[in-house]
């Protein structure tokens, strides 16, 4: 979008703005420049527009991704780019870890295919730092999360369409009343609605007019009921409570897990009393591992079980290669090896730590850790809501990963990513001094 301002082209320029609160209150100076040469634009809005492929559909997003690659690399400014991401406290990290990945291709036990995909899988990080240069501006940090606020409007609609019977049942995709997901499966979509819940809140406790705290309430307020009451999705439930739980404690200290315990609570009583599908998933999670642990016959085909055996196993492969263990494209093999001998089925790991700690032991998982911390570290420095989302992301990965593989997944790790990316840009780009009081500036 042109907004009718120009720079020297290939030059990147620092913005400067005028913060009143926040970055839901930020008031650009007449003075602030483009983030970015004209050269960039293209580079810029392709990721800007990612917000809304991401929750949407797979196809728009690799052409998206085409089109922002193509731009960042054919948009000149090379310096300056580079400059950025070579000063950020994050890079090491990310690189640190895929240089890991890229080691890992030339050892262990390798399947070309499998090495292949997870190369693919892991180089999604670097996206983080692609970003980086392009999003110094919270102008276009605001309308990245507008895009993706604006997808799960749609999702949240015709979800509920779905579900009060206006629109037809697709059980072959998996669109039924009872379920009513959209675009992704429950997983997905159950954690994506508890990530616009807490934008929703943030937003809201940050944004200075009156009409839009109200819409983000009522927004907050229907992405909840979705993830709650009507999605399947329990890791995304549990996300939910979790990100809602360090809210009350950031706002009111230790005050706030006593309110949030409470909150839980009532929650679900609720739940049990409408027999909602939060209560429903987590006892049939309850009633499936009871099974597997009393060995009873197919409990090992359950979801639980399922993930139990995959525990084992990848904890296994991590005792006999502790330190580096088996590479890239070596856990395939090491996996079916063993499963094969205990009589399991599947080669997944919905456990993101024990898998990288199977594929490169101790220094991965170290590594993996290390870069969770310098994002959460890196945050410190951001103003207050872009705090807040960039910690409540890595709070949401930090999770979900403990029973999901969120780096192997398309949208999951996407949407880390290209989030985590797009606000860390402001990193040494902001000025704080009304962020301790948001409250504050309601008209």
Not at 69 to 95: N, Y
Not at 255 to 277: D, N
């Amino acid at each position: 979008m042109d907004d009718g301002l120009t720079a020297p082209k290939g030059r990147i320029q620092v913005v400067t703005c005028e913060y009143t609160a926040d970055m839901f209150a930020m008031r650009p100076s007449p003075s602030a420049t483009p983030t970015e040469a004209t050269d960039f634009r293209t580079a810029r809005w392709s990721a800007i527009l990612l917000g809304f492929s991401i929750p949407v559909s797979v196809a728009l997003d690799n052409v998206l991704l085409l089109v922002f690659l193509l731009a960042w690399l054919l948009g000149g400014g090379w310096r300056e780019k580079l400059a950025i991401i070579r000063q950020h406290p994050v890079t090491p990290a990310v690189l640190g870890l895929f240089g890991l990945v890229l080691l890992g291709c030339l050892y262990g036990p390798q399947d070309s295919a499998d090495m292949l995909r997870f190369l693919r899988k892991y180089a999604s990080l670097l996206l983080i730092l692609l970003l980086l240069p392009l999003f110094r501006d919270p102008r276009d940090q605001l309308r990245a999360m507008i895009a993706f606020g604006a997808a799960m409007g749609l999702t949240l609609l015709l979800s509920f369409l779905l579900w009060w019977g206006v629109l037809p049942e697709t059980v072959k995709t998996h669109h039924l009343a009872e379920n009513p997901t959209v675009f992704k499966l429950h997983i997905t979509q159950s954690l994506f609605m508890a990530l616009a819940c807490f934008l929703a809140i943030v937003g809201a406790l940050h944004v200075r007019q009156y009409r839009w705290r109200l819409l983000l309430a009522v927004a907050a307020l229907l992405t909840a009921f979705n993830a709650l009451f009507m999605i399947e999705g329990r890791t995304g439930q549990l996300v939910l409570a979790c990100l809602l739980g360090y809210l009350f404690i950031d706002r009111l200290g230790w005050r706030g897990v006593l309110l949030a315990l409470i909150g839980c609570g009532l929650v679900l009583i609720l739940a049990y009393l409408v027999q909602a599908p939060v209560f429903e998933r987590f006892a049939l999670a309850a009633n499936e591992y009871q099974q597997w642990a009393s060995g009873t016959t197919g409990a090992n085909k359950t979801s639980i079980g399922l993930r139990m055996d995959y525990y084992l196993t990848s904890m296994q492969i991590f005792r006999e290669h502790p330190f580096f263990g088996v590479g890239t494209g070596g856990f395939t093999s090491a996996y079916g090896a063993i499963a094969a001998a205990n009589g399991q089925v599947g080669s997944n790991n919905p456990h993101q730590y024990l898998l990288i700690a199977a594929q490169y032991g101790l220094v991965g998982l170290c590594l993996l850790l290390l870069l969770f911390y310098m994002i959460w570290r890196s945050a410190a420095a951001l103003t207050k809501s872009r705090q807040l989302i960039v910690r409540g992301l890595l709070l949401a990965m930090l999770i979900g990963n403990l029973f999901n593989s969120f780096l192997l997944d398309h949208a999951e790790s996407l949407l880390f990513v290209w989030l985590t990316g797009i606000l860390l840009a402001g990193h040494g780009n902001s000025t704080r001094p009304a962020d301790a009081a948001p409250n504050n500036t309601a008209t």
